[in-house]
């Protein structure tokens, strides 16, 4: 007996892959557009700022300064005054819940959802 897909099936294997795409696209798109970026220094906040805002920001770290760069709704740790500048080649960050660690500075650069109110679960 011979199984044969009929032109109905193939138009809804179309629109399924078509939807699914949709739905990824959108949601990315949405977390993208409303996210923060929240720099700490030393476990405390030293600035806030939409993801989607261009802007260089200058951050006093415990070893030295960094800057932190948002542009294009991603964000970089572009310099930094640490010997090894691990959080420099870390590059570019655009979805939320990524993070950037200077450790030598201790400062944490993240991406949170804007209604996102603090850290979802902790390790240690």
């Excluded at 557009?33 to 906040?45: A, E, F, K, L, N």
């Excluded at 006093?60 to 740790?77: D, Q, S, Y």
Aim: aromatic fraction near 4%.
């Amino acid at each position: 007996m011979r199984q044969y897909i009929t032109a109905a099936d193939k138009i809804l294997m179309v629109v399924s892959a078509c939807l699914i795409v949709a739905s990824y696209v959108f949601a990315n798109a949405v977390a993208v557009q409303g996210s923060v970026v929240v720099i700490q220094v030393d476990g405390v906040t030293v600035h806030k700022a939409l993801l989607s805002e261009t802007q260089r920001i200058t951050v006093k770290g415990v070893h030295g300064e960094l800057i932190v760069e948002t542009r294009e709704r991603k964000v970089a740790i572009t310099q930094a005054d640490c010997p090894n500048h691990i959080c420099v080649k870390t590059g570019w960050r655009s979805r939320s819940g990524e993070v950037i660690v200077c450790v030598p500075n201790k400062a944490l650069v993240r991406i949170i959802a804007a209604d996102q109110k603090g850290v979802r679960a902790t390790t240690g």
